[in-house]
Nanobody
């Protein structure tokens, strides 16, 4: 069982920055692919970014490249999402996910564990 706890969400003005953190339980964190997704009410969960196991290869939604950066600290069992130049349309609940059985990283169904989500609100 893996538990994920997100933090760092909040209210920010357009053009501002936030850094989300996701702390994971478990002794084999470095073997998980980790991802960030976001979801608005009534919409499907949308891929944001992912980072592979120990080699740290990163993946991004095309529309977010250049503004968002995913990173991980395996010593702290934590994955981060740095979000810059935020826009009103980035307002969503952001979820951290862990993929234990490795597979495609952009599909939410391929992740086995999820955090509870953290709200990000960008005011225009």
């Amino acid at each position: 069982q893996v538990q994920l706890v997100e933090s760092g969400g909040g209210l920010v003005q357009a053009g501002g920055s936030l850094r989300l953190s996701c702390a994971a339980s478990g002794r084999t964190f470095s073997t998980y692919n980790m991802g960030w997704f976001r979801q608005a009410p009534g919409k499907e969960r949308e891929f944001v970014a992912a980072i592979s196991t120990s080699d740290g290869f990163t993946y991004y939604a095309d529309s977010l490249k250049g503004r968002f950066t995913i990173s991980r600290d395996n010593a702290k069992n934590t994955v981060y999402l740095q979000m810059n130049s935020l826009k009103a349309e980035d307002t969503d609940v952001y979820y951290c996910a862990a993929q234990i059985v490795l597979g495609p990283v952009t599909t939410p169904e391929q992740y086995q564990y999820w955090g509870q989500g953290t709200q990000v609100t960008v005011s225009s």
